[in-house]
Nanobody
Framework: QVQLVESGGGLVQAGGSLRLSCAASGSGFSIGTMGWYRQAPGNERELVAY???????NYADSVKGRFTISRDNAKNTVYLQMNSLKPEDTAVYYC????????????WGKGTLVTVSS
């Protein structure tokens, strides 16, 4: 069974930086596209960024130029470097991964809270 475990959330002042990590544990699988989503109170979950296994990336317009997604395939880990944080970035950030066995299945982490104070 695959588990995604996020870490790195916390409280930061506006203009600051945080780095989120998400590691997939388990065996007998490979990981396809990995991504980060976020959900602020009262809002729907939205895509922040994703990265394919080969390293192609895509970002939400709201984070372009400030956030960078990367991955380490050997460690089944995805990262989100967040710079120039704004109060509107405050949300629970969720990791998502497409796990490849004999089928494709999307898994979610439990989320990590990022709070940006003004």
């Amino acid at each position: 069974q695959v588990q995604l475990v996020e870490s790195g959330g916390g409280l930061v002042q506006a203009g600051g930086s945080l780095r989120l990590s998400c590691a997939a544990s388990g065996s007998g699988f490979s990981i396809g596209t990995m991504g980060w989503y976020r959900q602020a109170p009262g809002n729907e979950r939205e895509l922040v960024a994703y990265i394919t296994r080969s390293g192609s990336t895509n970002y939400a317009d709201s984070v372009k130029g400030r956030f960078t997604i990367s991955r380490d395939n050997a460690k089944n880990t995805v990262y989100l470097q967040m710079n120039s944080l704004k109060p509107e970035d405050t949300a629970v950030y969720y990791c998502n991964a497409v796990v490849i066995t004999t089928t494709l299945k999307a898994y979610w982490g439990k989320g990590t809270l990022v709070t940006v104070s003004s």
